[in-house]
């Protein structure tokens, strides 16, 4: 039993999607759009109004009449992906004439990455077997150069930059899906073959090899953010702290730290009194996600005197021994020692940290402190914060 208040809101949430359904059944026949374009709106704002009436009226089961018509109802929250392929396969079946695919899959592509299908090979593929076969395949050179059907066209080549925007690779299924709809000289299957060439050079470029999917943790993105910086020098440890270890530490978070040898001799080197900066933060990208990081930078030193070069050829300056002239004799020099990897011109770098990036401030201050335990000459200079 509905109380009477529960029924006077049940009544005006009804009457409100009728008029909306009605007003907009009036405005999407203006702009010709498919009836199922309509009703999958107009089902939209009605399930918007099932959620504002469970929200007023906690714990109790408040249902109008009006339900969405899906066969499982809980698909489109717990499996999107599902719910999604549900909606093309049947648009796929139902349909006699097959009408207002394009509108379809152009309405899929700007919702993939809510539905987090946006790096799945399968959904792409079901989209572009939309397209209807046979009827669009052209009949001679004229109909293929001048793009035969232009709005389907577009429209799977459009799938298939999307694809190579966010990194999927098309297979030998796809390329059968776009020649049975296309044929074999179509834009689309030339796009296919653009990408089958170039996407795999792209894919193995990259000397710093990262997981198709990328985990969402922060340690183990900002681990992997440092490990990628630190290639430059094998001889480089990662080390993970701990900012209770350090006394009077004002946050409890740990911080991923990468140093190496030479670094450690670099900083051991620096007369008391230099300072030293910790800069930042500055970002790093692992495919779609990005990770802040730090570094600990001393002033540039400056680099050794370059050797005078003699011109062997030179044939100006000969001296004769029956003139009475001879050679000069060569003064030794010293051999300069040869810069590290880690002496940049614009200055030294020392060490490389991410952390959680809460409290950064506290969290430098944690990080300074335990690297005077590998590195004492710390304590003897002065360190300036420059956080951007």
């Not at 066969?71 to 717990?78: E, P, V």
């Not at 297979?171 to 030339?190: A, Q």
Request: glycine content about 4%; overall charge neutral; proline content about 6%.
């Amino acid at each position: 039993m509905m109380l009477k208040e529960e029924f006077t809101l049940w009544k005006v949430a009804t009457k409100s999607c009728m008029q909306q359904y009605y007003c907009r059944s009036l405005f999407l026949q203006r702009k010709r759009l498919p009836f199922s374009v309509q009703i999958h709106n107009t089902l939209s704002a009605i399930e918007r109004y099932h959620i504002l009436l469970s929200d007023m009226f906690p714990g109790r089961n408040v249902r109008t009449k009006l339900v969405f018509p899906c066969k499982d109802t809980s698909a489109r929250m717990t499996n999107p992906k599902r719910h999604l392929l549900q909606h093309a396969r049947s648009l796929k079946k139902k349909s006699k004439h097959l009408r207002g695919h394009v509108e379809f899959i152009y309405a899929a592509l700007r919702h993939v990455e809510e539905f987090g299908v946006q790096k799945d090979l399968e959904t792409y593929k079901e989209l572009l077997d939309l397209m209807p076969k046979g009827k669009m395949i052209p009949q001679n050179i004229f109909q293929a150069e001048f793009m035969h059907y232009p709005k389907q066209q577009q429209c799977a080549i459009d799938v298939l930059e999307q694809m190579e925007t966010n990194g999927v690779m098309p297979d030998t299924e796809m390329e059968m899906i776009l020649m049975n709809s296309f044929g074999k000289y179509s834009h689309p299957v030339r796009k296919y073959g653009r990408m089958m060439y170039w996407m795999p050079k792209f894919k193995n470029a990259s000397p710093w090899s990262l997981p198709d999917v990328v985990s969402n943790d922060a340690f183990d993105l900002a681990k992997m953010a440092v490990t990628r910086m630190c290639t430059v020098d094998s001889t480089s440890k990662i080390t993970t702290y701990d900012t209770k270890d350090v006394e009077d530490a004002v946050d409890d978070t740990w911080i991923i730290s990468g140093q190496s040898v030479i670094q450690q001799e670099l900083l051991e080197k620096l007369p008391h009194g230099d300072p030293i900066k910790v800069e930042g933060p500055f970002r790093i990208f692992l495919r779609d996600k990005s990770v802040g990081y730090f570094i600990l930078r001393a002033e540039a030193r400056p680099p050794p005197v370059p050797q005078k070069k003699e011109d062997k050829d030179d044939v100006g300056s000969i001296k004769f021994w029956f003139t009475g002239e001879f050679e000069e004799e060569v003064e030794e020099t010293t051999v300069a020692a040869p810069q590290s990897i880690h002496e940049q011109e614009d200055g030294v770098i020392s060490c490389h940290m991410c952390n959680r990036y809460i409290k950064p401030r506290s969290s430098l201050l944690s990080w300074i402190r335990l690297l005077e335990a590998t590195n004492p000459n710390i304590s003897n200079l002065p360190v300036l914060f420059t956080q951007g």
